[in-house]
């Protein structure tokens, strides 16, 4: 099973329908900054599971601060970053990681691709989809409990 991992897209909603289209994901998921660009992904694929998490650009209280899902037998932790301070460190994001149960964390806000092993779990940012010179997003494959990451610029 294929997830595509997006955070930030700053109004680039049409990079994250591209991206779909190229990858065919089985589902996605959007870690903030600009949700009424993840509700133009969820237009264009209605079919398509998004879950959808607000950051510190969005004000509307339509989406929660977090998630917690299982994801081809993963337990995935998601959330935007900037409650955790992760643009200091990643200590607190990888804490509620572990606390939450999940073996993977996603979160976004630094606009910096990340993935890295930290504290027994494995964190992952897919960068920022929409960043004028370096747009990104991640993918992660899962099957039966095991997972592989890998961050796919555009």
């Known amino acids: 099973?294929?997830?595509?991992?997006?955070?930030?897209s700053h109004g680039a909603a049409e990079r994250m329908i591209a991206a779909v289209?190229?990858?065919?994901?089985?589902?996605?998921?959007?870690?903030?900054?600009?949700?009424?660009?993840?509700?133009?992904?969820r237009r264009a694929f209605?079919?398509?599971?998004?879950?959808?998490?607000?950051?510190?650009?969005?004000?509307?209280r339509d989406?929660?601060?977090?998630?917690?899902?299982?994801f081809g037998g993963v337990r995935i932790f998601a959330?935007?970053?900037?409650?955790?301070?992760?643009?200091?460190s990643l200590d607190g994001f990888a804490t509620s990681t572990?606390?939450?149960?999940?073996?993977?964390?996603?979160f976004g806000h630094t606009h910096i691709p990340l993935h890295r092993a930290?504290?027994?779990?494995?964190?992952?940012?897919?960068?920022a989809i929409g960043d004028p010179h370096r747009p990104s997003f991640a993918l992660v494959?899962?099957?039966?409990g095991v997972f592989s990451c890998r961050i796919t610029p555009i």
């Open 63 to 70: 989406y929660p601060d977090s998630a917690l899902f299982d």
């Open 1 to 8: 099973m294929l997830l595509a991992v997006f955070s930030d």
């Open 98 to 106: 572990l606390c939450s149960g999940a073996a993977l964390g996603l």
């Open 118 to 127: 930290l504290g027994g779990t494995e964190l992952l940012n897919p960068g």
């Open 21 to 41: 289209r190229d990858a065919s994901p089985d589902a996605a998921v959007f870690l903030g900054d600009v949700t009424p660009d993840a509700e133009a992904l």
């Open 141 to 144: 494959e899962a099957e039966n």
């Open 79 to 88: 959330a935007h970053g900037h409650r955790h301070g992760v643009k200091l």
């Open 46 to 60: 209605p079919d398509l599971p998004l879950t959808v998490v607000r950051g510190n650009c969005d004000g509307d």
